[in-house]
Structure formats: structure tokens, C-alpha cells
């Protein structure tokens, strides 16, 4: 297992120091870049297509929210090349900065699901579809991106500070999920009023039995976040995957 997290972290490294734009679109290719962008070009044409068929549909929040789910993985992205560039590596704290503070933007797109009856006059069926296609698009950006901030972690401090670092970052994410759906924080309002996000964090802890919803709230989608990573890293160390690598 710790000859594949290496392996993760030489490819990486190997697809930058290439020269020219074949490197480059190699490392694209390994962190699922066409894939995401299709993917999210499909979903913005599914709305267009159902607008221009004379569908009503609510879609400003999915087009925001997808946006700023993108903001972390391309952070993840910035952040990966200036490490594996011999000359970035100093660099390589801003986009993660940028990273850790947009982070909680896409696995926020799980909860517009609340979303569900006012976005499209399909039935709850289709409009859940609909909602779950881009709230799938925002967890796989949060998995890919913090499976890169996972490999430039370990190979700093280790395989045991890695997996901590992991656990914790998506306890603070989980944290950022609540803050921006049910106290209604954004991202910037971090460097506006730094104060008043701590003060909506800090009662919780110093009370917890009178906000056991908050704690669930946060357990939840710190659950959902972590297995979606773990099956994101398993999905990569597949014995069938390393043998369509190696071929």
C-alpha cells in the first residue's frame, strides 16, 4: 500500500518535470480534469436544453454553487504544480490556502437538495435527479481535490500525519458545510468577519448537549465525505486499475 501512495506521488511528479505540453496534459489526465469538466459541461447543457424546451427552472444556485466547487480543484491543481516544479515548491502555500477555504464549497452541493420542489416542474423524481447530478460533480471535485492535498501532506510528513491531516480536513469541512447552509456563512465572510463564524462554532462546543443538531449535522456530512474519499482511494489502488496502468 505504501508502494502505491509512492507511486501516486512519483506519476504526479514525473507528469510535471515533463516538458512541454505532454507532461502537463498527463498530470490533467491523472487528476480527472477532462473528465470534470465534461461532466460539468454536461450538466450546464441539461439545464440550457430544458430552458430552451420552455421548462421554468430555478438554476442560478446550481450554476453558483457549481462554480465555487470548482475554485477548490482548481486550488488542489495550483497547488500540485508548484510542488512538483522545481522552483514553486515555496509557492505552493497560496493555492492551498485558496484550497482550504473553498474547500467546504463542493460537498456543499449535497444540501441543495433542499432545494427539491422549487427547481423544475418534473415531479420530485426528475427534479431529485437533477439535484443529485450536480451534487454527485461537487463530491467527486472534493474527493480528487483532497486526494491531492493528501499526496503533497504525506510526502512532506508521512503516511501516518497524511491520513490525520485527512481526517481532520474533512472535519473542518464537514464544520464549513454547516456554516454555509444553516448559519449561511460564505467562504469570504472567513476574512470579514472571522469573529462571527468562530462565535457560531465556539457555543456549539462549549455547549454540545444543547446542540446535538449541529453535531449531528456535522457527523453526517463528515461521514459522507470521508467514505466518498475512501472509496475514492480504493477505486485507485484496485488491482485491476494498477494493471491497466502498468500495461
Known sequence: MGNERRGDRERSSSYLSDRGSDGAQRFLLAALFYEMVIGSSLAFLLLEALKAMGFRVESGFLYWNLFLAWVPYLGSLAMMALYCSPNGRRWAIFPALVWLAFFPNAPYLVTDIIHLPEVAPFGWGSNLGLLVLFAWLGLFLAVISLHMVHLVVEDLFGRVVGWLSVAALIGLCSMGIYLGRVERWNSWDVLRHPHLILDDLIVPMIHPRSHMGVW???????????ISYL?????????????????
Open 216 to 226: 449531528g449535522f456535522i457527523g453526517i456530512y463528515a461521514m459522507l465525505v470521508g
Open 231 to 247: 472509496t475514492f482511494v480504493g477505486a485507485r489502488r484496485h488491482p485491476m486499475l494498477q494493471m491497466k496502468e502498468s500495461a
